[in-house]
C-alpha cells in the first residue's frame, strides 16, 4: 500500500516540484500552501508530514505540535531557508524526525523520505512483534501489561507470563507440564496444581477470553476472532 505524505509549503514552485519528485517514489502526496489548512488534517494521520517552517499564518513549530500530540510516533521533516543551527535545534526539542536547510536538491528530499519510510516500517513491524491481541484485549510483551479497552489488567508476573504464553500458542492445546517448564522452570518440584491456580485467577481477570480446560492434559486460549 502507498504511503501517505502531507506537504506544508507556501512557494507554490518548490511545493509542486517536491509533490511531483515524491510521487515519482509512488507516495501518496496531498499538498497545503498553508498552515490552517494543513492543521484542520492532522486527523487523516498521514505517514509523514513534511513542514516548512516559515509559513503566511501559523509556523511550522505549532504545527508539529498539533502534529505530535495527535500521535507522537508520527514522523516530521522540517524545511527551513532561516537560521538553520536554532531551527535545527527547536526542530528536535519539539520532536522532528529530519531537517532540511533551503536551498536543497528534491533528490535529496526523497532519499530522507525513504530513509524514515523505511525505518517506520520495521519500528511498525517490531512494534506488532511485540503486542498480541486477543479478542478486545492487547498483550504488550515488551511492556509486560494486559489491557482491555483501554484499561490496564493487573497481573502478578508469574500470571502475566503465563497468559503470555498461551497467547503465543493462542488455539492450541499446551499440557501442565509444558507450562509448568516454561512458567516456572525445569527446577520446580512441587505440585502440578499451581498451574490450575494460576490459570484460575487469570480467568477472574480476564474474564472475556476463553481459556478451555481439557482435564487430564492441559489447557487451551481460543482466539474467537479468527
Not at 12 to 25: A, D
Not at 144 to 173: C, G, H, M, P, W
Request: hydrophobic letters at 35%; a positive charge; glycine letters at 4%.
Amino acid at each position: 500500500m502507498s504511503k501517505k505524505i502531507y506537504l506544508v509549503e507556501d512557494e507554490g514552485n518548490l511545493r509542486t516540484l517536491l509533490k511531483r519528485y515524491l510521487e515519482n517514489e509512488a507516495y501518496i502526496v496531498t499538498t497545503f500552501n498553508n498552515g490552517i489548512s494543513a492543521k484542520q488534517k492532522i486527523e487523516d494521520l498521514p505517514d509523514l508530514w513534511i513542514l516548512d517552517i516559515m509559513l503566511p499564518d501559523i509556523s511550522g513549530y505549532e504545527l508539529i505540535k498539533c502534529i505530535k500530540k495527535r500521535n507522537k510516533d508520527t514522523p516530521v521533516i522540517f524545511m527551513s531557508a532561516r537560521n538553520e543551527e536554532f531551527d535545527r535545534v527547536m526542530g528536535l526539542e519539539l520532536g522532528s524526525d529530519d531537517y532540511l536547510s533551503k536551498p536543497f536538491l528534491p533528490r535529496e528530499l526523497v532519499i530522507r523520505t525513504n530513509k524514515i519510510m523505511n525505518r517506520s516500517v520495521i519500528l511498525n513491524r517490531k512494534k506488532e512483534e511485540t503486542i498480541i491481541k486477543i479478542g478486545d484485549y492487547f498483550i504488550n510483551k515488551s511492556q509486560r501489561t494486559v489491557s482491555f479497552k483501554d484499561e490496564v489488567i493487573q497481573l502478578t508476573n508469574r500470571e502475566f507470563v503465563l497468559l503470555n504464553y498461551l497467547a503465543e500458542n493462542k488455539n492450541n492445546l499446551i499440557s501442565r507440564e509444558q507450562i509448568l517448564v516454561h512458567v516456572w522452570g525445569n527446577d520446580y518440584f512441587g505440585s502440578d496444581r499451581v498451574v490450575d491456580d494460576t490459570i484460575r485467577r487469570i480467568r477472574k481477570k480476564v474474564s472475556h477470553l476463553t481459556i478451555e480446560t481439557v482435564y487430564g492434559y492441559g489447557y487451551k486460549l481460543l482466539d474467537n476472532c479468527q
